[in-house]
């Protein structure tokens, strides 16, 4: 054998070495690649998950809030406007023993407002709407007395809703803090997986183009 044959020969032993170190390199990034997808797009998954429960968490406990404060003050107007329905009530009175039935009838509207328990105002106002009915009102006055029950129903329908939404706004919160504190456990392997997929697809697709024969400039680091 010439010294050009055993040259040719040891070019091409060479040219396959490299072909098949470049190809087990290839192989063991793909590898990579493909093991840690497949946890990265289940622990994405969950993140997003919990972000969407986390925003709507959020929004669901602005929700309640706005829905007490617009209850309250609901049933506050309800009671005021009672009240100024009870002094027309006496403008159309001039029996003086009438008027005072009135007053002591209006000490039990005072009582319903501070009665911020359902149940409880459920009550003061069946004694109010007792004592009211039984006072000799003249006929002209009737109206002013449905307004009155009216108005005081309406107060009471409102701290019935009012009550069936407070306290939620601290499950919501709590819900808030739960899936938060899953992130916080999460996101340290996942930004961890990013960041490993982005190294090992970036020297995938280098020693791609490298067992194409591409000229590649780009260093990279695996």
Do not use: C
């Not at 997986?193 to 490298?210: I, P």
């Amino acid at each position: 054998m010439t010294d050009s044959e055993i040259t040719d020969k040891q070019n091409v032993l060479k040219t396959f070495e490299k072909a098949e170190l470049i190809e087990k390199v290839i192989d063991k990034h793909r590898r990579f690649v493909n093991e840690y997808s497949s946890e990265f797009n289940e622990l994405d998954q969950k993140l997003k998950s919990l972000n969407e429960i986390i925003d709507s968490s959020k929004d669901k406990k602005e929700d309640v809030l706005n829905k007490v404060e617009i209850l309250t003050e609901k049933r506050q107007l309800f009671y005021h406007q009672a009240e100024k329905y009870f002094d027309d009530l006496k403008a159309k009175v001039s029996d003086p023993e009438i008027s005072r039935d009135i007053d002591n009838v209006y000490t039990e509207l005072l009582k319903l407002k501070s009665a911020l328990v359902p149940d409880l105002e459920k009550q003061h106002v069946n004694t109010f709407s007792g004592k009211l009915s039984s006072i000799a009102l003249p006929s002209n006055a009737d109206d002013t007395v449905a307004s009155i029950k009216a108005r005081i129903n309406d107060a009471m329908a409102a701290n019935i809703d009012l009550h069936q939404i407070k306290g939620k706004d601290v499950d919501f919160e709590n819900e808030k803090l739960e899936s938060e504190k899953s992130v916080a456990e999460i996101s340290p392997r996942h930004n961890w997986l990013k960041n490993r997929l982005a190294s090992h697809k970036e020297a995938l697709d280098y020693w791609d183009k490298v067992s194409k024969g591409q000229d590649v400039q780009m260093e990279v680091k695996a």
